[in-house]
């Protein structure tokens, strides 16, 4: 026994002499929800651009940030977007938007440019992109982008997925349409087997595929194929009430929805007469819409934050907050509201995007009040990190 006191003394002085690691920047006594639940107090670890640690326990640097107070969340997806400028992919930076999820693009080139340059640089919003969406000629949305490559008896579907694949997409956005904008006939569109055909050609290449659709009967018959997502809801009011059919379909399939209805809670001033009195006589409102997002989610479909462009009536800075307002008005908690916004998007589109945890990237917003407590905390921004720097 005397022979082993020598071996267990110096065991313990080294235990008691070992110092943990030592990290770039630590933030302390911090708020966190990591994009799914709410952490508590926690001490953030970061290490160059990278989340080292998240604990209960102390943690050493020479750049301490006390944040006693303040609140941690990911950085907010916009999961439908079209952007067409640079200062679109600036507006939500400063309000915590710092990931847009573009849905269509009639530029591709323009678009993997700004995917590069938005990776990195501080100030812009990084966007992931579907380039051009599948669509025949004369389909929406030619209508916006007349040179788009199309799908045509001459570029079949897997062509035309090779071509999107070649400009690094990271997703595969589908169109459907039934009937036309404001009484317009209806513009050709792609057939329910092309859609199948599509939705399995991106399956087979490891690409997830959203569908642009907004009335029962489509959906319900997208549905059978099942997509990935549905990237509106259901928009007219012939449609309403929804039967539960129509929730069954979009569960069962798995599918995501990304509502882009919180253009409904925009005041329509300055709209010309004829136009307002068609939104209003055949398009959902808020309340109808409210009760919908309400019934899905019950449903267990996944809901994700999404505003769409809406021909340039929503931008993507403040009126990405109105898409949350309405959530709220649907009745869910403000965590449920906060997933959809963060965590739900990063499960929908399985992409690095909202969510806090060891090893991704230190991109998060700093509050100055918890947004559990009040969602309109999340207008209290006090610093927004990006890749482990902050303006």
């Known amino acids: ?58 943690l050493a640097s020479d750049s301490i940030v006390d944040a006693t107070g303040k609140y941690i969340i990911p950085g907010l997806v916009n999961a439908h977007v079209h952007a067409n ?68 008896d001459s570029i079949s579907i897997e062509d035309w997925m090779e071509h999107r694949i070649s400009k690094k997409v990271d997703y595969i956005k589908i169109i459907h349409t039934l009937g ?7 513009v050709p569109t792609l057939s329910y087997e092309q859609i199948g055909g599509l939705i399995q050609n991106a399956h087979e290449k490891g690409y997830k595929a959203v569908v642009h659709a907004g009335e029962v009967e489509e959906m319900e018959t997208i549905a059978k194929y099942n997509p990935d997502g549905f990237v509106h809801m259901l928009s007219m009011k012939k449609d309403y009430p929804i039967e539960d059919s129509y929730y069954k379909a979009i569960s069962e399939s798995g599918a995501f929805v990304v509502p882009t209805a919180g253009i409904n809670l925009k005041p329509m001033d300055g709209l010309p007469p004829f136009m307002l009195e068609w939104i209003t006589n055949n398009l959902l409102d808020a309340k109808e819409s409210a009760e919908i997002i309400k019934k899905m989610h019950d449903a267990g479909i996944l809901i994700v934050a999404g505003t769409d462009a809406q021909e340039g009536q929503m931008n993507f800075g403040e009126d990405y907050f109105l898409e949350l307002e309405l959530y709220k008005m649907a009745g869910l908690s403000n965590l449920e509201v906060l997933k959809t916004a963060t965590g739900n998007a990063a499960k929908a589109f399985d992409l690095p995007i909202g969510e806090i945890k060891t090893g991704s990237k230190a991109t998060f917003v700093i509050l100055n009040e918890n947004p559990l407590s009040d969602l309109a905390n999340l207008r209290k921004v006090e610093q927004v990190w990006k890749n482990g720097k902050t303006q």
Request: aromatic share 10%.
């Open 180 to 186: 036309g904008w404001m009484g317009e006939p209806a």
């Open 1 to 58: 026994m005397k022979k082993l006191l020598p071996f267990f003394l110096i065991l313990f002085l080294l235990i008691g002499c070992s110092k943990g690691p030592k990290y770039d920047i630590v933030i302390e006594n911090v708020g966190l929800f990591d994009g799914y639940k709410d952490l508590g107090l926690v001490n953030m670890a970061i290490n160059s651009d990278t989340i080292a640690a998240i604990t209960n326990q102390k």
């Open 85 to 152: 400028t640079l200062e679109d992919l600036k507006a939500g930076y400063p309000l915590g938007v710092l990931t847009l999820l573009n849905m269509h693009t009639g530029l591709e080139d323009r678009e993997l440019g700004w995917k590069s340059l938005t990776k990195d640089s501080i100030g812009f919003s990084t966007i992931y992109g579907a380039g051009h969406a599948a669509t025949v000629p004369g389909g929406h949305p030619t209508q916006f982008s007349p040179n788009m490559e199309t799908i045509t």
